[in-house]
């Protein structure tokens, strides 16, 4: 797996590869982490998930992480 650190640069070099003006150059994926898991195994996760997208469909994969609240639905404070 390559790894690119500008999401901007990687989604142009994916646009740019591509040949037909119609392609789809992108899917959007969006899966929730399960309570509990801390930023590295949520990190962990998200990689596996995102590797297991690109063998299956042969596509680019840009990975974000995302807290949406600081409190979790059992009310504990996830984010400081």
Same mark, same amino acid.
């Given at each position: 797996m390559r790894r690119a650190s500008?999401?901007?640069q990687f989604w142009n070099a &994916?646009?740019?590869s591509e040949k037909r003006k119609d392609a789809? &150059?992108?899917?959007?994926?969006?899966i929730p982490i399960p309570l509990g898991l801390?930023?590295?195994?949520a990190g962990q996760l998200a990689e596996k998930l995102a590797r297991f997208i690109m063998g299956e469909l042969g596509t680019p994969v840009s990975v974000?992480?995302?807290r949406d609240a600081a409190v979790d639905v059992l009310g504990q404070v996830t984010l400081e």
């Open positions: 500008d999401p901007a &994916v646009e740019a789809q &150059v992108a899917r959007d994926y969006r801390d930023d590295e195994r974000g992480l995302h």
